[in-house]
């Protein structure tokens, strides 16, 4: 039986959604609310949930931040974010902040079901539009097609900083100083057209 939470401030959103799952078996509905002040202000503590499903654009407190919150309380409880909102960094915040899978409401409830037995048996799950998104949002071109390419140790300064390394510890790794790094970096962001090492780590070059 997957208990689960609904947190959404369209109440005629939320109450098809309640109504449907109170008569989905293997499903119990044990709280819904239309903020998330609300639902954790009536979260008893001896309620225990697998699944929250939770709207992103909420009254008063985000739906992202809520996500947190719930974490901190319940750091078992899956979170599956259910939105209008489809834009990347919206995606990017709530899969940051330890979202199990993102839905859009154009989905069917069958789908959504779906979607939740799948995070329910340790899975994760993306509306296919979502993950179209998250595709593109990291999936880089190679840097071979750029117009001018670069060196082979432009290549090996690139991969370090998609690891995350800084400029010190790549320096150690390949031998060179620190401001022979710091010039093949400034060259690299010239080359890729990006303005810093994050815009490189997710991807965001030509």
């Not at 989905?24 to 202000?41: K, R």
């Not at 401001?179 to 080359?191: C, L, M």
Request: charged content about 25%; hydrophobic content about 40%; overall charge neutral.
């Amino acid at each position: 039986m997957i208990k689960l939470g609904i947190i959404e401030d369209d109440e005629m959103i939320r109450q098809s959604l309640v109504d449907y799952f109170t008569n989905e078996a293997g499903f119990d509905v044990i709280l819904n609310e239309g903020s998330v002040e609300h639902f954790i202000g009536n979260w008893d503590e001896n309620q225990y949930f697998d699944i929250i499903l939770s709207d992103i654009g909420l009254p008063g407190i985000s739906g992202i931040e809520g996500l947190r919150l719930i974490k901190k309380r319940a750091p078992k409880c899956q979170i599956m974010m259910l939105s209008v909102y489809n834009d990347t960094q919206r995606i990017f915040q709530a899969l940051c902040a330890g979202a199990s899978g993102y839905v859009s409401k154009q989905t069917a409830f069958t789908k959504i079901k779906e979607a939740l037995q799948s995070i329910y048996n340790g899975g994760a799950f993306m509306s296919p539009d979502i993950a179209r998104k998250v595709t593109d949002y990291f999936n880089p071109v190679h840097p071979s097609k750029i117009q001018d390419p670069l060196t082979l140790r432009e290549e090996q300064v690139l991969n370090a900083i998609e690891e995350g390394l800084t400029n010190k510890v790549i320096a150690e790794r390949l031998s060179i100083s620190i401001e022979t790094v710091k010039s093949h970096v400034k060259k690299i962001y010239q080359k890729l057209e990006v303005n810093n090492r994050l815009d490189i780590v997710r991807g965001k070059y030509k």
